[in-house]
């Protein structure tokens, strides 16, 4: 992401592009699913609390060690340890990161290249006039057949390594510019279109807001966690990697907030849009991955100029996934290129093509692969996103926040945050040192008790 001087333009183009790698598919189509298939309401709200309690904080974190470390999230780690007087085993950050990433790149390309292939069918007019039986059954043939998904997860491979390989300099700057608030346009418009023609809106927001105390479980929670993290792009170095290129004198603490606000919102206003859709159709809203997939082609097929606003819908979407695609393989991309044995070029393919491999266990596991399974019970994309969402990324947070909160040379984390006054330093301190990581693991506590 760095142009030629390894720096964002502006503290307004790192919140674009710290934005474009947190909103992606985690808000459209994994927040949605995972809300249905947890209930609505409980998950909602612990998840909220995740963003505000964890999620916050330990952004700030990131960004901190980022741009106080000025290097790829493995080097920065070293370095700002041995600044710190503190043990070099801390840069075990940087490598859980790296592998967080892998796995996350890994199914996040499988899934964008259904966004990609839904382009495309939306393009042809597929959709129009389609019931929920018939969006249902070419949901299920789509991912039935394991040479379209392979075929799809390489076209989004491939988009996003040729983007990453250039290093990204001024045209994806600009293009988030216009596509992010575009995508935010379209979603306000399927709103009113949800609010107004499902005629089950109200039920959809009180899924999504009214918390069932019997759906509350330890599981439920930790799932809400695992999203938040997931979400915010947190916990294995990517905001880190993003930090690193910002220039000295931009605030970190208000970045921080822009982009938690503007995530959040995206997958409020994607849980608005398709709870009342699939209440309306008589859909499941525990249906898993397919959940998007099938009620918003439902939505598109039935409204005027669908066909138009469709396509443009699943371009953003698609657009979304790259610019959250190129931040998950940054922080390797950026270690391997920083030790110039390998161009930023060849770091990218070597990158992508790996990741491209662990991928196709994703593919293959809607189809022929289906009835294996890698963790009990759980399919070999449902282990990636488990292990990586739920473990690693949570994980890597406890590290992060204790290592900001109580090793972290406190000159170096003060004149990070200059900008912030002295209580509010005092009180990120305090949640660094105590409420993020106690909260991380009292959710983990409760998931193994329960
Ligand atoms: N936050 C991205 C999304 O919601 C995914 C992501 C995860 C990006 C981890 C970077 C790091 O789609």
Same mark, same amino acid.
């Given at each position: 992401?760095?142009?030629?001087?390894?720096?964002?333009?502006?503290?307004?183009?790192?919140?674009?592009?710290?934005?474009?790698?947190?909103?992606?598919?985690?808000?459209?189509?994994?927040?949605?699913?995972?809300?249905?298939?947890?209930?609505?309401?409980?998950?909602?709200?612990?998840?909220?609390?995740?963003?505000?309690?964890?999620?916050?904080?330990?952004?700030?974190?990131?960004?901190?060690?980022?741009?106080?470390?000025?290097?790829?999230?493995?080097?920065?780690?070293?370095?700002?340890?041995?600044?710190?007087?503190?043990?070099?085993?801390?840069?075990?950050?940087?490598?859980?990161?790296?592998?967080?990433?892998?796995?996350?790149?890994?199914?996040?390309?499988?899934?964008?290249?259904?966004?990609?292939?839904?382009?495309?069918?939306?393009?042809?007019?597929?959709?129009?006039?389609?019931?929920?039986?018939?969006?249902?059954?070419?949901?299920?043939?789509?991912?039935?057949?394991?040479?379209?998904?392979?075929?799809?997860?390489?076209?989004?491979?491939?988009?996003?390594?040729?983007?990453?390989?250039?290093?990204?300099?001024?045209?994806?700057?600009?293009?988030?510019?216009?596509?992010?608030?575009? $995508? *935010? #346009? @379209? +979603? !306000?418009?399927?709103?009113?279109?949800?609010? =107004?023609? %499902?005629?089950?809106?109200?039920?959809?927001?009180?899924?999504?807001?009214?918390?069932?105390?019997?759906?509350?479980?330890?599981?439920?929670?930790?799932?809400?966690?695992?999203?938040?993290?997931?979400?915010?792009?947190?916990?294995?170095?990517?905001?880190?990697?993003?930090?690193?290129?910002?220039?000295?004198?931009?605030?970190?603490?208000?970045?921080?907030?822009?982009?938690?606000?503007?995530?959040?919102?995206?997958?409020?206003?994607?849980?608005?849009?398709?709870?009342?859709?699939?209440?309306?159709?008589?859909?499941?809203?525990?249906?898993?991955?397919?959940?998007?997939?099938?009620?918003?082609?439902?939505?598109?097929?039935?409204?005027?100029?669908?066909?138009?606003?469709?396509? $443009? *819908? #699943? @371009? +953003? !979407?698609?657009?979304?996934?790259?610019?959250? =695609?190129? %931040?998950?393989?940054?922080?390797?991309?950026?270690?391997?290129?920083?030790?110039?044995?390998?161009?930023?070029?060849?770091?990218?393919?070597?990158?992508?093509?790996?990741?491209?491999?662990?991928?196709?266990?994703?593919?293959?596991?809607?189809?022929?692969?289906?009835?294996?399974?890698?963790?009990?019970?759980?399919?070999?994309?449902?282990?990636?996103?488990?292990?990586?969402?739920?473990?690693?990324?949570?994980?890597?947070?406890?590290?992060?926040?204790?290592?900001?909160?109580?090793?972290?040379?406190?000159?170096?984390?003060?004149?990070?945050?200059?900008?912030?006054?002295?209580?509010?330093?005092?009180?990120?301190?305090?949640?660094?040192?105590?409420?993020?990581?106690?909260?991380?693991?009292?959710?983990?506590?409760?998931?193994?008790?329960?």
């Amino acid at each position: 992401m760095n142009n030629s001087s390894g720096m964002w333009s502006s503290r307004l183009i790192f919140v674009l592009a710290a934005a474009g790698s947190a909103v992606g598919l985690g808000n459209i189509w994994r927040f949605p699913y995972v809300t249905g298939e947890n209930g609505g309401g409980v998950f909602v709200i612990a998840y909220l609390l995740c963003i505000a309690v964890i999620g916050l904080p330990i952004m700030i974190a990131e960004i901190v060690l980022g741009r106080a470390g000025r290097s790829s999230p493995i080097s920065s780690m070293q370095i700002l340890a041995r600044r710190s007087y503190a043990n070099s085993g801390w840069q075990l950050i940087g490598w859980m990161g790296v592998i967080a990433g892998f796995m996350i790149l890994s199914f996040y390309s499988v899934i964008a290249g259904w966004a990609l292939a839904y382009l495309i069918k939306m393009m042809q007019g597929l959709f129009v006039e389609i019931d929920s039986v018939a969006a249902e059954s070419l949901f299920e043939n789509f991912i039935g057949s394991p040479q379209r998904l392979i075929f799809w997860h390489t076209a989004f491979m491939s988009l996003t390594i040729i983007i990453t390989a250039r290093g990204v300099g001024r045209g994806l700057e600009k293009a988030v510019k216009f596509l992010m608030p575009g $995508l *935010f #346009f @379209l +979603l !306000v418009l399927l709103v009113f279109w949800a609010a =107004a023609t %499902s005629g089950h809106f109200l039920e959809g927001l009180d899924f999504m807001f009214s918390p069932k105390p019997e759906d509350f479980s330890g599981d439920s929670v930790f799932l809400a966690m695992g999203q938040a993290f997931f979400t915010l792009s947190l916990g294995m170095g990517a905001i880190m990697a993003y930090g690193a290129y910002l220039p000295q004198s931009s605030g970190i603490a208000s970045s921080a907030l822009t982009i938690g606000v503007l995530d959040t919102i995206v997958a409020l206003l994607s849980g608005m849009i398709i709870f009342p859709i699939v209440f309306a159709n008589q859909l499941e809203p525990s249906a898993g991955p397919g959940l998007m997939f099938v009620s918003l082609p439902l939505a598109f097929g039935n409204m005027l100029g669908g066909q138009i606003f469709g396509s $443009l *819908f #699943f @371009l +953003l !979407v698609t657009f979304a996934a790259i610019t959250s =695609a190129i %931040s998950i393989s940054e922080p390797a991309i950026a270690w391997l290129s920083e030790k110039r044995r390998l161009s930023r070029a060849a770091s990218a393919y070597l990158i992508g093509f790996l990741a491209w491999i662990l991928g196709l266990g994703s593919a293959l596991s809607f189809n022929i692969m289906n009835e294996f399974t890698l963790l009990p019970d759980k399919t070999f994309f449902d282990s990636m996103d488990f292990l990586s969402n739920n473990i690693l990324l949570p994980f890597g947070g406890i590290l992060i926040s204790l290592f900001v909160g109580w090793r972290l040379d406190k000159e170096i984390l003060s004149s990070q945050l200059s900008e912030v006054p002295s209580w509010l330093l005092k009180s990120l301190v305090f949640s660094l040192r105590f409420v993020a990581p106690g909260g991380i693991f009292l959710v983990i506590a409760m998931t193994f008790v329960s």
